[in-house]
């Protein structure tokens, strides 16, 4: 080897693989899903690479991946005939962790062994997993198209070494030294499982080789005899290419572990083909975890996009709208060009018109999910604030986006989010025309709010909401099943029908028998205040101060403010 040079990893590299190794423990076999993954990836660029430059494949255009142990060594060796790895790319994806907001991530975990797990497996371990089996990993890899091979070698401890050498084949091979107590995964048979486990959906064969013996008449082994043949394990077909009905929901499972790197199965997914003007295949999951960049501006979102099979990119996000970005899935068409990209994506009427027909379905799906109460309430508690996004974003789909919807209510006084405005509606007053709520920073700030107090007296339900997204949620969702939806905290107090006639003279009596004390708090108040006035929402506290119907609610003022407004 020349050239070698030993470098050390990032600083979030080796927190990372520290972490992992502890806390991944008892969930060691993903390595394998990782490596296999990432081979298959690797055979999709150079597929996808080579549309317009055939020669990348060398002449091998046939791709596979191979994986083969030695009991002896303690080794297992992951292979594909991919698109391979310059040494510059080597040390950027073997030595560092790209993706954004990764301290911020790390900073996140406990050191508790099942928390970190269920974290880090949000945040897809990758590479870096095979460190989890192995104390010496070895990748050697060459570029398609590129005569220079590098050989990658680390301990995990902080550092790695890089060489040249050279190498014939083009892609990557990497093998592990596995630890003392991880020999179990050179074997034959755990690593045939585990291939068909996790890799039965991907469409590259996986190749593993098995040994044959001739023997003579009387039944013993001829020597020299043996013979290797490569036998191909998994179901090598991309999944969402079978028909629904062959499919089975373990394998909708591994596959979308296989998308998400997703450690925990998905709540539930809907796979579609379309015939007609439009000719895609959709498989679309509601996974039961956050992403760790669920809120960040620039987190991974989107469905991976084919085209006729063959693989264009991660996170197309031009599929789904940003109030959806939770869904993960596939998405493939043969309406666009292989030679797609992300600028023309957002200028090709056909995505949108994907689009949109990928909105319904997700929502249908939602729908269909809400009728599992225990689920849905899982859902809504983990992704309810960002669907609370759609009705600004999604104007057409506000109707269905509301019947999604759950809040608190002072119908349970709970901070559980699990009650529908169609619920709501079913529990109106006789002679109720609108649904109220009030908007506060917390739950508890907006059950004991003195505005309830006329509510609760009456037995009107009102909704109490306490996200930071709700007051821009009902600026935009307005009405519900013709029902305006209003704030008890803003305006002239109207409850309609629902107060008898009595007790509206009543009111007007006590306003006229008032009018001299409303004069003097007036006066006191002066400019403070726009207007003084005798009010009938309070049962209990002596006043409250109220917006006008027009005012910007407390809650969009401080954001308002804090985005120096
Ligand atoms: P991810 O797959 O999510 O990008 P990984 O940690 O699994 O993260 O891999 C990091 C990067 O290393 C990949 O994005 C890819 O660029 C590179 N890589 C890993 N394995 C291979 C491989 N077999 N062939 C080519 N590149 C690879
Ligand atoms: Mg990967």
Redesign the pocket.
Known sequence: ATHEETLGFQTEVKQLLHLMIHSLYSNREIFLR?LI???A??GDKLRYQALDNDALYEGDSDLRIEIEHDAEANTVTVR?N????TRE?VIA??GTIAKSGTAEFLKQLSGEQQKDAKLIGQF?V???SAFIVADEVTVR?RRAGSDAGVEWRSRGEGEFTVADIDMNAHG?E?TLHLKDDAKEFADDYRLRALVRKYSDHIDVPVRMPRTETATDDDGNEVEGSEVVTWETVNEAQALWVRPKSEVSDDEYQAFYKHIS?DFSDPLTWSHNKVEGKLEYTSLLYVPERAPFDLYERDGARGVRLYVQRVFIMDDAEQFLPLYLRFIKGVVDTKDLSLNVSRELLQKDPQVDKMKSALTKRALDMLKKLAKDNDAYQRFWNTFGAVLKEGPAEDFANRDKIAELLRFSTTHTDSATQDQSLADYVSRMKEGQQKIYYIVADSFNAAKSSPHLEIFRKKGVEVVLLHDRIDEWLVSHLTEYDGKSLADVAKGNLDLGEIEGEEEKQAQEETAKAKEDLVKRVQAALGEHVQEVRVTHRLTDSPACVVLSENDMGFQMRRIMEAAGQ
């Open positions: 990782e993954s990432n081979a990836d690797a594909d991919g698109i391979g790895m790319d994806n073997l897809g990758g590479f870096y890899t990557t990497i790197h």
